[in-house]
């Protein structure tokens, strides 16, 4: 499969407050190149985020704003395209709320959640979050809730779950967005 894995994480529980991003592609079932930044969300965080993910306000002074990136990373949404997050649904709001509010226009693409293939191709695990499905599949998760390690990791759930079960139980998951 060929695909590309997103994971955000935010400065609050605003959807537009991106302070981290990162984007994991794969061609033919292997990571084959990675990208990673914070984000200055020009936003206040909430000590709640903080306490989950570790980025404190001053850690992405002096980071690009999300139109800096989004420049850059524009190429990976088009309609052409698989952008895939664990419980996508956070992390595709997330985007196009940041995209809103920078009045970016919202791009087309093709999404998949692995939460939800976990839930239909795993339903005997005690719960679906990330690093439960990563453990019982045996796939390194280090630092859970840092935006590179979760989209790594959702990278090769998907290509696990392509292995075992085949790109055709996978493919009623694809939705589009946009």
């Known amino acids: 499969m060929n695909f590309i894995a997103m994971d955000f994480e935010t400065a609050s529980a605003k959807r537009f407050s991106a302070c981290s991003l990162s984007l994991v592609v794969v061609r033919h079932n292997q990571i084959v190149d990675e990208f990673y930044s914070l984000i200055n969300p020009q936003t206040p965080f909430s000590w709640r985020n903080i306490q989950i993910h570790g980025i404190h306000e001053a850690d992405v002074v002096n980071a690009p704003t999300f139109p800096d990136i989004w420049q850059h990373i524009n190429p990976f949404f088009t309609p052409d395209k698989l952008v895939i997050a664990h419980n996508a649904t956070f992390d595709n709001s997330v985007l196009k709320n940041t995209l809103q509010h920078y009045q970016i226009t919202l791009p087309a693409y093709q999404t998949l959640d692995t939460l939800r293939t976990s839930q239909k191709l795993f339903p005997n695990l005690p719960n679906h979050k990330l690093?439960?499905?990563?453990?019982?599949?045996?796939?390194?998760?280090?630092?859970?809730?840092?935006a590179l390690d979760d989209a790594q990791a959702c990278a090769d759930i998907l290509i696990h779950q392509a292995q075992q079960f085949g790109a055709q139980q996978i493919k009623p998951f694809i939705k589009m967005i946009g």
């Open 131 to 146: 690093n439960t499905v990563a453990d019982a599949l045996n796939i390194e998760l280090n630092h859970h809730h840092n």
